[in-house]
């Protein structure tokens, strides 16, 4: 029977960000990554399965030359930390787990050996003592979080050497007993900075030379970074916006800037995306944009939170809108003005019912 390869990519510090952050944000923060590691996935491995912070890929009969596989584990390096950057960059929430989910590292592990399957409802798995390795290899006395580990078996198969070294990877040699034997590997730690991140696109400020076309503020009894998540969190909407069919939006990912959701009015789709602008420090700031609601060419609307106490906070809502028109301008001094003003004042109301009458306990 041919070897088979053993892929096991887990995010390092999943424990300790998950008890000391907000479970939602850190539940969603850790679903983009492995969705970003199992994107990453050059070779054509098989994913068996998610393991809470970790995946457990496996190639059956085929391991990967020496050459495809370092590339492998630099491209999930690579993917891991270009989107911890990304989520660095256009970071907008407050909470600890936006804060720190820079702090989260990778390590993977790779072994080899011949694989045994079980079909569990219909789902072929691999298991038997070297799928039992692999994993009490991720148990092993390396001095970090940030590191690819090959066991010598492996090594040996892909020809790879002990002391092998390049930009990325410099490799020593490691060893660890289990059950009464020695496991021998080579591992390598990653330094992040060695890493060609991929570019991504980070969200400018939007500037104004000019006051806002409308301005209306309403204090709330709540923390400051509590009446953001239920602004930011879409999910929340339907209770507080009245008037919209339907919001949809991406339910795994926290809201950043340059985030996109569409609210559906009476079957038109309006889209937006979400922005920012400069504000004083310690003011929390929100803006979404659209080009959608005729006749304004551009809409933008931003919710800035200044805490009072720790326990409320005052919203001002801020709206600009662009007309390149004449006739355009006319319409919206005519008419939006007073509809949008309407509008906005029914969502600042609703929010507050919403927040004042529902347990808190329901809310998160």
């Not at 096991?8 to 999943?14: A, L, M, Q």
């Not at 009245?242 to 996109?260: H, I, W, Y």
């Amino acid at each position: 029977m041919s070897k088979s390869l053993l892929f096991i990519p887990d995010i390092s510090g999943f424990t300790k960000f998950v008890q000391t952050t907000e479970v939602e944000h850190s539940q969603h923060v850790i679903s983009e990554l492995l969705e970003v590691l199992i994107d990453a996935n050059t070779q054509e491995l098989e994913l068996a399965e998610i393991e809470g912070d970790a995946l457990f890929f496996y190639k059956e009969g085929e391991i990967p030359s020496q050459e495809r596989l370092l590339a492998q584990m630099e491209t999930m390096f690579t993917a891991f930390y270009s989107h911890l950057k990304l989520l660095e960059k256009n970071r907008i929430c407050p909470c600890n787990a936006c804060a720190t989910a820079p702090n989260l590292q990778l390590k993977i592990v790779a072994h080899c050996g011949e694989l045994q399957f079980i079909a569990v409802k219909g789902s072929r798995k691999p298991f038997g003592q070297q799928v039992i390795e692999a994993h009490r290899l991720l148990k092993n006395s390396i001095h970090s979080d940030n590191y690819v580990l090959v066991s010598k078996k492996l090594a040996k198969a892909i020809e790879l050497p002990i002391y092998y070294y390049s930009k990325v990877f410099r490799f020593k040699e490691g060893r660890d007993s289990y059950d009464g034997r020695e496991v021998e590997y080579i591992y390598a730690l990653i330094d992040r900075e060695k890493l060609s991140l991929n570019e991504f696109s980070q969200a400018k400020k939007v500037v104004f030379e000019r006051p806002p076309d409308l301005i209306l503020e309403k204090q709330f009894p709540v923390p400051a970074s509590e009446l953001m998540e239920y602004i930011t969190n879409y999910k929340y909407r339907y209770e507080w916006a009245k008037g919209v069919d339907k919001f949809e939006f991406n339910e795994n990912e926290v809201t950043r800037l340059g985030t996109e959701h569409v609210c559906v009015i009476n079957g038109k789709h309006l889209n937006f995306i979400t922005v920012t602008k400069e504000v004083d420090p310690g003011v929390l700031i929100y803006g979404e944009m659209t080009t959608s609601p005729p006749p304004v060419d551009a809409l933008y609307q931003f919710f800035s939170i200044t805490p009072i106490s720790q326990t409320s906070c005052n919203l001002r809502s801020e709206s600009y809108w662009e007309a390149k028109s004449l006739f355009k301008r006319l319409i919206i001094f005519l008419f939006l003005n007073r509809i949008f003003k309407k509008n906005t004042q029914q969502a600042l109301d609703g929010l507050y019912r919403f927040i004042t009458t529902k347990p808190l306990q329901s809310q998160f």
